[in-house]
């Protein structure tokens, strides 16, 4: 478990890859964002896209899923997010994604938690981001005096 001290301004991690399957992306748009530029081949051509393209709530899933490979952090709450979609994500892409400590900072209100911005990245093999998100998280800071990780 790594809590608000385990992590360093500017330190960048990387978790990956994910294959995205262009029948996967149709069947979870089906089901959760049925919307033609993700389901429809031939409308999302007319629209300037080359193939059906994946959701944005399909992309936060992978990138999340992909942020849970690594070391779990104490997390108390997410205070604010900002995301982007640059670029879209279609089947047969390959996704990583980075995670770096933008900024941290121990809270006023709460001094046995600290808050932490992060930048979390969602990228192709082409290193076009499909996702940029930037959190704001509330972690747990480590008891005084112990230093044994995950206590």
Not at 36 to 41: E, F, G, P, Q
Not at 76 to 102: H, I, N, S, W
Request: aromatic share 10%.
């Amino acid at each position: 478990m790594l809590y608000f001290e385990d992590f360093e301004v500017g330190a960048t991690e990387r978790a990956g890859d994910y294959l995205l399957d262009r029948e996967e992306l149709i069947a979870f748009a089906r089901q959760w964002d049925p919307q033609r530029i993700h389901t429809d081949a031939e409308f999302a051509r007319e629209l300037g896209l080359k193939d059906v393209s994946a959701s944005s709530c399909h992309t936060f899933c992978i990138n999340a899923k992909l942020m849970n490979q690594l070391q779990p952090y104490a997390l108390v709450g997410a205070m604010e997010m900002d995301m982007k979609m640059p670029t879209p994500a279609y089947g047969g892409d390959r996704l990583f994604f980075t995670r770096t400590c933008l900024d941290k900072r121990v809270s006023r209100s709460k001094p046995g938690r600290g808050i932490v911005t992060f930048e979390f990245r969602l990228y192709n093999q082409n290193d076009e981001t499909v996702l940029l998100e930037r959190p704001v998280l509330m972690l747990q800071r480590r008891a005084a005096g112990n230093e044994r990780a995950g206590a």
